[in-house]
């Protein structure tokens, strides 16, 4: 099994099947980039048992042939490598299925182990149900629900992204019971069924990292146990969590009646300065006569903190407390000038979307307040 490509083209391919390699496995074969070669087509795959990514690329050869390599040591061969032409020619020892990769390029020759016949097992599904997206469309919504996943293995529903289908709609939501993300996109894929999935929060960061410029097609199989990201040289498949997901609509208050309007920069960046000052990430919030007060304090060191902005705000005062983190991660993910912050008392849970004269998509983030100390 022998064939011709380049340094760069190859640690292309391996980057993206990497990323399904297991830092630790109980399992050699997990440690392994499997390669497939036929028709001139170098097929890579990697697993971790319950994801598994296929890169595919082509070279120059005739040959056909499976063969398995550490993933860490060909990665650390390629990356060391300055891009040049490259020959990989696969030899079998005469007993067993244990093997050498002669590896010759311009300046050098190398040698790695290799195996055979120690692939995976990979089972067939029926992926009954499809939707294209633009890849643009999919990272958008990826960035903004990622940030909102609970990190709580007690909780492992909540450690992925609800994607809900229904008409021409996708509802994402995401939520670690402290802040909770929703955004909506509308597809030309029409799902005449409700369809509901929880995709984890790990699968969905690598997505982010394998996206290019290709149409994505995201189909989900039959049982509603797994998915599957498809472009045009890559495919990651991965096992879906099955755990209910907590019915999110009950906890969107629908009237928050006291409505703020803001320059959403300004905020941010206010809230960024003043939420150093407070001793505990705490900050609160004031709202009055059109100005909003944002105010944080470290009573233990002597340190506190207020800035006045200007607002759209007609409604009764009203104070609330936040961690100032989350505030600060709910207006960074909103892209419109303006925002818009929707409150009902100091203990309910307070919206802030985009405010847009053309609404393009639907997006809330929620913020939870939190006690604070008049």
């Not at 020959?87 to 040698?111: M, N």
């Amino acid at each position: 099994m022998k064939f011709n490509t380049t340094i760069k083209r190859l640690q292309d391919s391996v980057s993206k099947v990497i990323l399904a390699v297991p830092s630790k496995s109980l399992d050699a074969r997990f440690d392994n980039i499997n390669m497939s070669l036929e028709n001139g087509m170098l097929t890579m795959f990697a697993t971790d048992g319950e994801l598994s990514i296929t890169a595919r690329c082509e070279v120059a050869s005739a040959d056909r042939g499976t063969v398995a390599i550490r993933a860490r040591t060909l990665q650390e061969f390629l990356r060391s490598m300055y891009d040049t032409p490259v020959t990989f020619d696969i030899e079998r020892q005469s007993v067993g299925e244990l093997g050498t990769v002669h590896i010759a390029t311009d300046k050098g020759r190398y040698r790695i182990p290799c195996t055979f016949g120690s692939k995976p097992e990979s089972l067939e599904r029926n992926f009954d149900l499809a939707i294209g997206l633009k890849p643009s469309e999919l990272q958008d919504i990826i960035q903004k629900t990622l940030f909102a996943c609970s990190v709580d293995g007690m909780r492992p529903a909540m450690m992925g992204v609800l994607f809900e289908f229904e008409g021409t709609v996708i509802t994402a939501v995401s939520t670690d019971g402290h802040r909770l993300v929703r955004c909506r996109k509308t597809t030309t894929t029409d799902i005449t069924d409700k369809q509901k999935i929880v995709v984890p929060a790990r699968v969905l960061s690598i997505i982010q990292r394998l996206l290019q410029n290709d149409e994505v097609r995201m189909s989900i199989d039959a049982d509603r146990r797994n998915v599957k990201f498809k472009s045009e040289n890559v495919e990651l498949e991965s096992a879906l969590i099955v755990e209910p997901y907590p019915n999110y609509e009950a906890v969107i208050p629908v009237e928050n009646e006291k409505k703020l309007i803001a320059d959403r920069v300004q905020i941010h960046d206010s809230v960024k300065r003043v939420g150093r000052f407070s001793s505990i990430g705490d900050l609160k919030m004031s709202a009055q006569d059109s100005i909003i007060k944002i105010m944080a304090e470290n009573a233990s060191e002597g340190e506190s903190a207020q800035e006045d902005l200007s607002c759209i705000y007609n409604g009764e005062e009203i104070t609330i407390g936040f961690n100032s983190k989350f505030v600060e991660a709910a207006l960074s993910h909103i892209e419109t000038d303006k925002v818009s912050i929707e409150m009902s008392s100091p203990t309910t849970a307070v919206l802030f979307k985009p405010k847009s004269e053309e609404r393009i998509e639907d997006l809330i983030v929620l913020v939870m307040p939190v006690r604070i100390n008049n």
